[in-house]
């Protein structure tokens, strides 16, 4: 039968927010809405409307194209002399690894809503939203470290400048939280994703490593004793080149870093422009054009990675790339400044701080997209937590507390950020590979779970080497849910059904009702046979000392998810055994779900409805827990309760009744 009637309870509108108020909440009201986009991007164009690939790319690219500022050192630091071949080892795992993941996920997630959402959609109940607590917790990690590291990068190559580093060498904490703040200032001020901004950025930074690039080869190719040198120190230290791999794959967890930027390239996917005929369900262009984004990322970061180690290492002095040398955190750098001179390493050193800040502006515009799409849905975060500023003002004091613990320092964050990237890729993988399996994709499910286990092996080899990433992962994971929770009770008795649609049947009961007294009976259903509805009638009359005359329609909640924090309401009529009027309803809460029937009805007849109860059993605590997790407990105080929040009028609020 057809839905005639769709409408939102009705709810008190509060008083206008005062000018600042109104100003940090901003655009909350359309957050959130359908499903829509939120945070500080733009809702994403049409298919058709979008950039092209390319361009998109760059956007991306800031972030994973951005870690070269750091990448060869931190790799000189992890393997030494071995540090080209574990940047080889590092690129097969990108090419052969993360690339295929990310590439399937952008089939599975053309919407920009990544492996989260794709394991989301496996799990349901509490089991399933605590998974996803715990993944936004190491996402956290990711995007949040990515700001602070690429800030604290950033105030590196600036400290060590030569023209500057006289005046600023003891300045580095506080340059990074500058850095830090003024992020966070141009996103209170509203941050638009300049996507041009991002192609020159990209463009001028990448043409900048070529040119180092090329010059360290030359220099490497006419100093011909440097290749001899570094191949007797590493036949020395190594013995053959078979344990040279051997060591190469033991240290390649602590070179994860040349992995980040893949979950940035799916959370892009929706500003791609696909083809004309991309419908919403299958944007086929959007999906294509994405897979050349991360192949053309990934082949152009591999080039590079295996380039840029391979001339630092040969390079430049082991003790450099140590806590204090001119090469630590900057090592291409140190190349721009020692092989082309100090202007031209001045303009690196600028198109490195500009790339690695607008890097911190990308990971802030992730922060902004991923919690807001999860956390009040799940009733797990505030209303205001939809809105840009109030969220963007935590995470800036969040990032301040993450620089102030790590003193700023680039190689004391690697192990964090590392922890983040590859838990992300990881619970990428393991999406597809359950993808591929339910597809009946044979060869793929059994390639992806070789992948899920290379990843799930770099994952615990990074949390053992270096602890401190998980730790800091698990004070996101411990805050964000703790907070969630804490949200969650605060809100129990909000009233979060988003929309009421009653099919004719119930529309008919309602209406009947209306011409008299308006009165519905709260039934738990049981047998549902004759013998329940009169003597539940005979039970309400009783008690209520309700005259025999009076007329009844029964309501039926049956809960669904009761993880669930809001969503809409489908009302269904039917006549029982001839004679008893019976409205049915699915909802992850009784109480709400009756609230929002009985405002509804008020709202479309202009009746005051009452609505008759029997006290449950049990202790008010234990009823409580359970309508905090199942949905159920004494549904009789909570409903009246939510009615209450949700209608302070007594004149105009549904009236309860209880025997």
Request: proline share 5%; charged share 15%; glycine share 8%.
């Amino acid at each position: 039968m057809a839905t005639t009637e769709h409408s939102a309870p009705s709810r008190t509108e509060p008083a206008p927010p005062g000018r600042l108020r109104a100003w940090m909440l901003e655009g909350l009201s359309d957050m959130g809405k359908g499903g829509g986009h939120t945070g500080p991007h733009a809702e994403p164009e049409p298919p058709h409307q979008g950039q092209p690939w390319w361009r998109v790319m760059c956007l991306t690219g800031v972030d994973y194209f951005s870690t070269l500022g750091y990448q060869p050192g931190i790799a000189a630091l992890a393997a030494g002399l071995l540090s080209p071949i574990a940047t080889i080892v590092l690129v097969v795992v990108t090419l052969a690894g993360a690339l295929p993941v990310y590439r399937r996920v952008a089939e599975e997630s053309p919407h920009g809503e990544g492996s989260i959402a794709m394991l989301e959609r496996l799990l349901s109940f509490w089991q399933g939203k605590l998974f996803v607590l715990t993944l936004l917790g190491f996402a956290a990690t990711d995007f949040l470290i990515t700001i602070t590291l690429s800030a604290a990068d950033a105030s590196t190559h600036l400290v060590e400048n030569p023209h500057l580093t006289g005046v600023l060498h003891d300045q580095k904490m506080l340059i990074t939280l500058v850095l830090v703040a003024l992020l966070g200032a141009v996103f209170l001020k509203g941050f638009l994703e300049a996507i041009g901004v991002a192609v020159a950025l990209v463009g001028a930074y990448l043409a900048l490593n070529a040119v180092v690039v090329v010059v360290g080869l030359y220099h490497v190719i006419t100093a011909g004793h440097v290749v001899t040198d570094w191949s007797s120190a590493l036949t020395t230290q190594h013995g053959n080149v078979f344990v040279m791999i051997g060591v190469a794959l033991l240290v390649f967890p602590k070179l994860a870093l040349g992995l980040s930027g893949f979950e940035t390239g799916v959370a892009v996917m929706p500003h791609v422009k696909g083809d004309p005929d991309d419908t919403e369900a299958r944007p086929a262009g959007r999906i294509r054009d994405t897979k050349k984004l991360l192949t053309t990322a990934a082949l152009i970061m591999s080039v590079f990675l295996i380039t840029t180690s391979f001339i630092t290492t040969l390079l430049i002095p082991e003790k450099e790339f140590e806590a204090g040398g001119q090469a630590n955190g900057r090592a291409l750098a140190y190349l721009a400044h020692d092989y082309l001179g100090n202007t031209f390493g001045t303009v690196y050193d600028v198109s490195t701080i500009a790339i690695l800040w607008f890097a911190g502006a990308s990971a802030m515009a992730g922060l902004l997209n991923l919690m807001p799409r999860y956390l009040p849905r799940y009733g797990m975060a505030p209303q205001w937590a939809r809105a840009v500023r109030p969220m963007v003002i935590v995470f800036t004091l969040i990032a301040f507390l993450v620089t102030w613990i790590f003193d700023a320092d680039v190689n004391a964050q690697g192990g964090a950020y590392a922890t983040g990237v590859l838990v992300l890729i990881s619970s990428a993988a393991i999406a597809v590979t359950i993808a591929a399996r339910k597809a009946r994709q044979r060869n793929w499910t059994i390639a992806f779970a070789v992948i899920s286990a290379v990843f799930l092996y770099t994952t615990v080899a990074n949390v053992i080497e270096r602890p401190d990433g998980v730790k800091i992962g698990a004070c996101f994971i411990a805050g964000i849910i703790l907070v969630s929770l804490l949200s969650r009770l605060a809100r129990a008795f909000e009233l979060r059904v988003t929309s009421v649609t009653l099919d004719d049947m119930a529309q008919r009961f309602v209406r009947d009702l209306a011409s008299r007294r308006m009165r519905f009976i709260a039934n738990e259903p049981d047998r549902r046979d004759i013998a329940e509805y009169r003597d539940k009638i005979e039970q309400i009359r009783q008690d209520n000392d309700v005259p025999g005359q009076e007329d009844f329609v029964f309501v039926e909640v049956t809960v669904t998810d009761p993880s669930e924090f809001e969503a809409g309401l489908t009302v269904r009529g039917e006549v029982l055994h001839g004679r008893y009027r019976v409205l049915t309803l699915e909802s992850s809460s009784v109480p709400n779900a009756l609230a929002a029937l009985l405002l509804h009805a008020r709202d479309t007849t202009g009746s005051i409805p009452h609505i008759y109860f029997e006290w449950t059993e049990g202790g008010p605590f234990a009823n409580l827990l359970r309508f905090f997790l199942f949905g159920q407990g004494e549904v009789a105080p909570v409903t009246r309760e939510v009615l209450r929040e949700a209608e302070p009028d007594r004149k105009r609020r549904p009236k309860v009744h209880v025997g």
